[in-house]
């Protein structure tokens, strides 16, 4: 596994980077459920992105396919591909996981996969219309991409400035995590570009916005509340004892370093509406290009 002090450190700005997917391979069958040591909950929390995400990444990955035929600039349209690629090995690998590791510790998934596989198809897929029509909504579902973008970028840049190394995570997990993490870091920049390309202006950009934030906190807190209905350590307990249990690990946690703070991603989102905001505000590039090339996931696979 990479060390904290390879992904704290601060490299030469690598510059342009040609997007691409890369084969990795990460064996999370022998994980603990649990797989922050002393932190469940902030555990079952992160978990829920490897349910939430796929379905997610297949509807970026259709979207951005059925708006490349219209994009007339090619800078644009490899960056496109490259997101694409990218995406599309992100939803495998935590297709991969479920199977390999989720069920294997009793949790039976299919309940939530499947919400969000109605969501992501019927509520957010193509609508019959005009071309104009068909257009509009087009550009609408690519801001509320780049909107959701925004926070996989926010999460990208907590997973390699995070301490779960220090705290004992399992690295199998930690390293798939943070892959993730630095490829949308790498790629922070796509969706809003491809999105602009059509129409840009503040409006558009919070109206997606204001759906993407309560749309995610809501996904996320259905997919806490569907796993540990199924994890023994927390399935009995009352709602009393639930919610105690939530907010003391939220405060502990987040002061470890192994869950990322609200107040973070509160301001994330604040900053989000002022017009001068780019997505590359966010993260570092070449701190993430630098874990890539040493992440043992990747290298295994190469
Ligand atoms: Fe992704
Ligand atoms: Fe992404």
Redesign the pocket.
């Known amino acids: 596994m990479t060390t904290q002090a390879t992904r704290s450190t601060v490299e030469t700005d690598p510059g342009k980077v040609e997007l691409h997917a890369r084969n990795v391979v990460f064996d999370v069958s022998k994980t603990p459920l649990h797989w922050i040591p002393d932190h469940p909950m902030s555990s079952n929390m992160i978990t829920v992105l490897n349910l939430l995400l796929p379905e997610g990444e297949r509807w970026f990955v259709e979207t951005f396919n059925e708006a490349l035929p219209l994009i007339k600039d090619e800078a644009l349209a490899a960056d496109m591909r490259g997101f694409v690629g990218q995406?599309a090995m992100h939803a495998e690998v935590h297709d991969r996981a479920v199977e390999s590791w989720l069920r294997g510790h009793g949790v039976d998934p299919t309940g939530y996969l499947k919400q969000m596989e109605w969501i992501f198809l019927n509520v957010l897929g193509p609508r019959d219309g005009s071309p104009e029509q068909k257009q509009k909504h087009l550009v609408e579902r690519l801001w509320l991409i780049a909107a959701i973008?925004h926070y996989?970028a926010l999460l990208g840049d907590f997973a390699l400035n995070c301490s779960w190394e220090e705290r004992g995570a399992d690295m199998n997990m930690a390293d798939m995590f943070i892959w993730h993490g630095a490829e949308?870091v790498e790629?922070r920049s796509v969706a809003h570009d491809a999105a602009a390309y059509f129409a840009d202006s503040p409006l558009r950009r919070a109206r997606a916005m204001s759906l993407a934030f309560p749309f995610l906190v809501w996904l996320m807190a259905r997919g806490f509340r569907f796993i540990n209905s199924q994890d023994p350590s927390v399935a009995d307990k009352s709602v009393l004892e639930k919610t105690s249990l939530y907010v003391k690990s939220y405060f502990r946690d987040s002061r470890a370093g192994v869950f990322p703070k609200l107040s973070h991603l509160a301001l994330a989102t604040v900053t989000y509406f002022k017009p001068s905001f780019v997505p590359a505000d966010i993260g570092d590039t070449a701190q993430a290009v630098a874990f890539l090339a040493a992440s043992p996931g990747a290298r295994r696979a190469a």
């Open positions: 995406e973008e996989t949308e790629h």
